[in-house]
Nanobody, 117 residues
Framework: EVQLVESGGGLVQPGGSLRLSCATS????????MSWVRQAPGKGLEWVSG????????SYADSVKDRFTTSRDNDKMTVALQMNSLKPEDTAVYYC??????????WGQGTQVTVSS
């Protein structure tokens, strides 16, 4: 059974930091590109970041560039998102996504991040 379980969300003040983690199982993690995608209240899905299968390439949405960093550990089958200098507009449910070149596409249940004073 494929599982992606996000953790690390919560309430943080503007300017603060959070580190999200996504623990996975049930598929060959190292064959999948991993992404973080978020959904703010009342809005659609927004891609946040991506990391290649081996971890050598990362990419970010302009809205989070220079504030967020993604990383992965293929031995532990986990992916992380370090979020710094958080803003109220970063408030959203954050989802972990795994996708491979054959079109297999898996999602976690999401973790809530709220940035508010």
């Amino acid at each position: 059974e494929v599982q992606l379980v996000e953790s690390g969300g919560g309430l943080v003040q503007p300017g603060g930091s959070l580190r999200l983690s996504c623990a996975t199982s049930g598929f060959i993690f190292s064959n999948y590109e991993m992404s973080w995608v978020r959904q703010a209240p009342g809005k659609g899905l927004e891609w946040v970041s991506g990391i290649s299968e081996g971890g050598g390439r990362t990419s970010y949405a302009d809205s989070v560039k220079d504030r967020f960093t993604t990383s992965r550990d293929n031995d532990k089958m986990t992916v992380a998102l370090q979020m710094n200098s958080l803003k109220p507009e970063d408030t959203a449910v954050y989802y972990c996504n795994a996708k491979n070149r054959f079109g297999y596409d898996y999602w976690g249940q999401g973790t809530q991040v709220t940035v508010s004073s």
